[in-house]
């Protein structure tokens, strides 16, 4: 992370399990140390949402003043003791009200697996060379988790697998502010039987991990560039370990946001996740116990254990 300038969401109490929680703060991540943003009182540093509002139309200039805040502030604390599960401040998924939207079949690997998964294989090949891509609604922030928080498989699914993904994070205008780790979990059975059924494979509780931070779209940084693993441990030891990199998106990212703003708005800004590279063998399914580790180079490493959610 050196060099990086990035935003987190964190609290300094740890977070109760039913009531969620409390004290969030915003803040910076610079010279692996954490800058509490909203101790400065400032009304854009409020929370994500007020940054995203306060920074559209102006992202250069809105980095900008995030790059002077080491200058005048003091760290709490390191950017590794944030990631400490034990002790504050305890960070959570960098999302406050934005929505998640995902793009599909972005990587020849992802359009080989969907195909072999798939009643009607055809459709995947189709949309993969089509010049509309595949983008769909993935979560809303209840159903995100952050680092060190469970992802859910259904009980109603078997065949389950994580999907590593390059997760953009926009501005209210639909301008790239900066990158994240995500976590687009997916039932690839229920999606095979019928592709009408694909909200169903991708939209439930705890369907989605985010974090570390957002990485802001800093000059230099290329975000097509960037190392991608996946590694699935289980009982300790790797049961699954894959490679990518964000080079092989079929499509440029400026045109899934553009797709993604058609007819469409986000007074809170959104997350935009844009497809795996990563697919684990069609013979392997998630298991409860399970632990996801993703990590993607100059990002991060999102890492999240697996439940079963039971059908009620």
Same mark, same amino acid.
């Not at 289980?234 to 990199?245: I, Y």
């Not at 497809?275 to 990590?295: C, K, N």
């Given at each position: 992370?050196?060099?990086?300038?990035?935003?987190?969401?964190?609290?300094?109490?740890?977070?109760?399990?039913?009531?969620?929680?409390?004290?969030?703060?915003?803040?910076?991540?610079?010279?692996?140390?954490?800058?509490?943003?909203?101790?400065?009182?400032?009304?854009?540093?409020?929370?994500?949402?007020?940054?995203? /509002? &306060?920074?559209?139309? %102006? *992202?250069?200039?809105?980095? =900008?003043?995030? +790059?002077?805040?080491?200058? $005048?502030?003091?760290? !709490?604390?390191?950017?590794?003791?944030?990631?400490?599960?034990?002790?504050?401040?305890?960070?959570?998924?960098?999302?406050?009200?934005?929505?998640?939207?995902?793009?599909?079949?972005?990587?020849?690997?992802?359009?080989?697996?969907?195909?072999?998964?798939?009643?009607?294989?055809?459709?995947?090949?189709?949309?993969?060379?089509?010049?509309?891509?595949?983008?769909?609604? /993935? &979560?809303?922030?209840? %159903? *995100?988790?952050?680092?060190? =928080?469970?992802? +859910?498989?259904?009980?109603? $699914?078997?065949?389950? !697998?994580?999907?590593?993904?390059?997760?953009?994070?926009?501005?209210?205008?639909?301008?790239?502010?900066?990158?994240?780790?995500?976590?687009?979990?997916?039932?690839?059975?229920?999606?095979?039987?019928?592709?009408?059924?694909?909200?169903?494979?991708?939209?439930?509780?705890?369907?989605?991990?985010?974090?570390?931070?957002?990485?802001?779209?800093?000059?230099?940084?290329?975000?097509?560039?960037?190392?991608?693993?996946?590694?699935?441990?289980?009982?300790?030891?790797?049961?699954?370990?894959?490679?990518?990199?964000?080079?092989?998106?079929?499509?440029?990212?400026?045109?899934?946001?553009?797709?993604?703003?058609?007819?469409?708005?986000?007074?809170?800004?959104?997350?935009?996740?844009?497809?795996?590279?990563?697919?684990?063998?069609?013979?392997?399914?998630?298991?409860?116990?399970?632990?996801?580790?993703?990590?993607?180079?100059?990002?991060?490493?999102?890492?999240?254990?697996?439940?079963?959610?039971?059908?009620?």
């Amino acid at each position: 992370m050196s060099n990086a300038l990035s935003l987190c969401r964190f609290t300094t109490t740890a977070p109760d399990v039913h009531r969620g929680p409390a004290d969030v703060r915003l803040g910076l991540v610079a010279d692996e140390r954490l800058y509490d943003l909203t101790a400065l009182g400032r009304p854009e540093y409020a929370s994500l949402d007020a940054w995203l /509002k &306060a920074a559209a139309g %102006r *992202v250069t200039r809105a980095i =900008a003043d995030l +790059a002077q805040v080491p200058g $005048s502030a003091k760290a !709490v604390a390191s950017a590794e003791a944030l990631l400490d599960a034990e002790h504050a401040p305890f960070v959570l998924a960098p999302i406050d009200t934005q929505e998640v939207w995902a793009c599909g079949v972005t990587y020849e690997m992802s359009r080989e697996a969907r195909m072999r998964e798939s009643n009607e294989p055809t459709i995947y090949g189709r949309v993969y060379e089509a010049q509309r891509p595949e983008i769909f609604f /993935k &979560a809303t922030p209840h %159903r *995100v988790v952050g680092p060190g =928080a469970a992802v +859910a498989i259904r009980a109603d $699914s078997q065949w389950d !697998v994580p999907e590593a993904e390059l997760t953009l994070l926009v501005t209210p205008s639909l301008e790239i502010v900066g990158y994240t780790v995500g976590n687009d979990m997916s039932s690839r059975d229920i999606e095979g039987q019928n592709p009408l059924y694909l909200p169903q494979a991708k939209v439930y509780d705890r369907c989605c991990a985010l974090g570390p931070w957002v990485r802001l779209a800093t000059e230099g940084f290329d975000p097509l560039a960037l190392p991608v693993a996946c590694t699935i441990y289980r009982d300790g030891k790797p049961a699954f370990t894959g490679e990518t990199s964000t080079a092989r998106i079929h499509r440029p990212i400026s045109e899934l946001i553009c797709y993604l703003a058609r007819c469409n708005s986000f007074p809170n800004g959104a997350f935009v996740m844009t497809g795996t590279g990563i697919v684990p063998p069609d013979t392997f399914t998630l298991s409860g116990g399970d632990v996801v580790e993703i990590a993607i180079e100059g990002l991060g490493t999102l890492c999240n254990p697996v439940i079963e959610l039971p059908v009620e």
